[in-house]
């Protein structure tokens, strides 16, 4: 009976000792993810303020175009106007 006792012992040991490791595992895990996760969403933020920025970049020189050269930016308003009022009616008279 020695041997049972001793071998169910070892085998409580080697159970505990498991779920130590299992809890260990799933807490550097969840520290993974949690980094990756903060990593991303830095990435993200960095992404959308370089999109804002080239965005207000681009209108800021759109609009310094225009006070440079009303007329031009005038008929260019309104060729592009045309354009597409052509495009919608040929679409339109499709269906």
């Known amino acids: 009976m020695g041997n049972a006792?001793?071998?169910?012992s070892e085998l409580k040991q080697m159970r505990e000792e498991s779920?130590?490791?299992n809890q260990r595992a799933r807490d550097n895990y969840l520290?993974?993810?949690?980094?990756?996760?903060?990593?991303?969403?830095?990435?993200g933020d960095e992404a959308g303020s370089?999109?804002?920025e080239?965005?207000?970049?681009?209108i800021d020189k759109a609009g310094d175009y225009i006070?440079?050269?009303p007329q031009k930016s005038a008929l260019?308003?309104?060729?592009?106007?045309i354009g597409l009022?052509?495009?919608?009616?040929?679409l339109a008279r499709r269906k």
Request: glycine residues 12%; charged residues 35%.
């Open 67 to 69: 006070k440079k050269n």
């Open 76 to 81: 260019i308003g309104v060729g592009i106007g």
């Open 54 to 58: 080239k965005a207000k970049e681009v």
């Open 85 to 90: 009022g052509v495009v919608l009616g040929v």
């Open 19 to 21: 779920q130590k490791i």
């Open 50 to 52: 370089k999109a804002k």
């Open 31 to 43: 520290e993974q993810v949690s980094d990756f996760s903060e990593k991303v969403k830095q990435m």
């Open 5 to 8: 006792e001793e071998f169910a």
